[in-house]
């Protein structure tokens, strides 16, 4: 089954706490990126990935990272997480960037 | 970056009712794309367009791909409980990364 698998579904950390958001794909897509939905400002986009080893910054990046090591994962990392990091997190993957975008379930991260 | 203005924000409606929300860019937009979110899911494609005029139809929903390439709408005929959700459309330009709009958030009355 076609798939985009993002873990955890659900962290509640503290500031400061570094931590990695997994993202998985087996659709052998190239274009990955990284969205936070918050309510009333739709979806985001943190960074975005063209292909392995390519990353650039999306719409809001700060206190973000990310890694394309692989075709299949695209990981997202909150080096040192603050409270205004409390969002809904969405990965998506496509076969190029202007078509459609798979997303995973979400991951709900809560920052205290 | 490029913004998408979607609206109504929200929608109550009876079941049965016939359901429209758009969105509306100042840019041009080479694709546009209308998701819907089901209640702690990811967003789900329901319409790509591809050209400008062009009109689609899923089922009970229609979405067309405005001619100015500025703007797109979303139909959605005889709505029924499982409608509710929130609709979100996208849209992407120059061949860059693509836009979301802020949604609109649909409830269903039966």
């Known amino acids: 089954e076609a798939q985009v698998t993002q873990n955890p579904r659900y962290l509640i950390t503290v500031t400061g706490k570094k931590l990695t958001v997994t993202c998985s794909q087996n659709?052998?897509?190239?274009?990955m990126s990284w969205y936070r939905q918050d309510p009333g400002l739709g979806l985001r986009q943190i960074y975005y990935?063209?292909?392995?080893?390519?990353?650039d910054k999306g719409d809001v990046p700060e206190g973000y990272k990310v890694s394309r090591k692989e075709k299949r994962n695209f990981p997202l990392i909150l080096e040192s997480p603050s409270p205004n990091q409390t969002s809904l997190y969405f990965c998506?993957?496509?076969?190029?960037?202007?078509?459609?975008?798979?997303f995973g379930q979400g991951t709900r991260l809560t920052v205290v | 970056g490029q913004q998408l203005n979607q609206s109504p924000q929200s929608m109550f409606i009876q079941e049965g009712e016939d359901v429209s929300m758009n969105c509306t860019s100042s840019s041009i937009f080479n694709t546009w794309l209308w998701y819907k979110q089901d209640p702690g899911e990811g967003p789900v494609l329901l319409i790509a367009l591809y050209k400008a005029g062009e009109l689609t139809s899923n089922g009970r929903l229609t979405a067309q791909f405005g001619i100015t390439r500025k703007d797109s709408f979303l139909n959605i005929s005889a709505s029924i409980p499982s409608d509710v959700g929130i609709y979100f459309c996208?849209?992407?330009?120059?061949?860059?990364?693509?836009?979301f709009g802020a949604g609109t958030r649909l409830t269903v009355k039966p």
């Open positions: 996208a849209g992407t330009y120059n061949n860059n990364d693509m836009r």
């Open positions: 659709m052998n897509h190239e274009y």
């Open positions: 990935s063209m292909n392995v080893e390519v990353t």
């Open positions: 998506a993957s496509s076969l190029r960037m202007n078509t459609e975008a798979f």
